[in-house]
């Protein structure tokens, strides 16, 4: 018996897209958003990022990260490709790829400790991240109390979509932490339960 290949009915073409409520609070917490890691065009009319990288920008591996960021990783799994020394995705299943998520997240991390950027909001609708980044837990999390409504771009345009349990991390500054957490508190605690 044959064993169908599942890869068939994905698309290359669908983007998922933070809801206007998600940016409005990121934007409240945040002050506005400088840059937007993961995005494109049409994600950034909703976003509205001073900057942004579309996936032929490769901000993952290719650029520098700065100011206020917004991240939302796109989907898929990753794996370190050594030639090329670079992060790549993939389409392949295997104990030793890495949930996209959670590769976004360690740069982002990564960035925020180098004060490469101010500060961040990441989101993310991949409920395995409390097990793939622990390190989540080192900031103020939000976890919504109801599943949140994103935007789905596709070829036939930008529609509505439910997705799964998600969280939202705060990546503070540095020389504000009391105050910009106590923000984030303020705004995050009437979308769901802080662990701040």
């Given amino acids: 018996m044959a064993i169908p290949d599942i890869r068939k009915g994905l698309r290359e073409d669908l983007e998922l897209i933070s809801s206007w409520d998600f940016i409005t609070s990121a934007n409240e917490v945040m002050g506005n958003i400088d840059l937007d890691v993961a995005s494109s065009k049409v994600a950034n009319e909703y976003v509205q990022a001073d900057k942004f990288f579309t996936p032929s920008d490769d901000g993952l591996n290719c650029q520098d990260w700065f100011g206020k960021v917004y991240l939302f990783p796109p989907a898929g799994a990753y794996f370190w490709d050594k030639k090329q020394d670079k ?3 993939t389409r392949g299943s295997s104990p030793s790829l890495r949930s996209s998520h959670a590769v976004w997240f360690s740069k982002l991390y990564k960035s925020w400790l180098d004060n490469d ?8 609708n991949c409920p395995d991240m409390i097990r793939y980044e622990q390190k989540i837990f080192d900031f103020p999390v939000c976890i919504p109390r109801t599943v949140p409504m994103l935007l789905k771009n596709t070829a036939e345009g930008v529609s509505n979509h439910k997705t799964c349990t998600s969280v939202i991390v705060y990546l503070q500054p540095k020389w504000d932490c ?3 957490t106590q923000r984030f508190i303020d705004v995050y605690s009437e979308k769901g339960r802080v662990l701040a």
């Fill in 87 to 89: 992060w790549k995705k």
């Fill in 117 to 124: 950027i101010e500060q961040a909001i990441y989101f993310s």
């Fill in 178 to 180: 009391g105050q910009a």
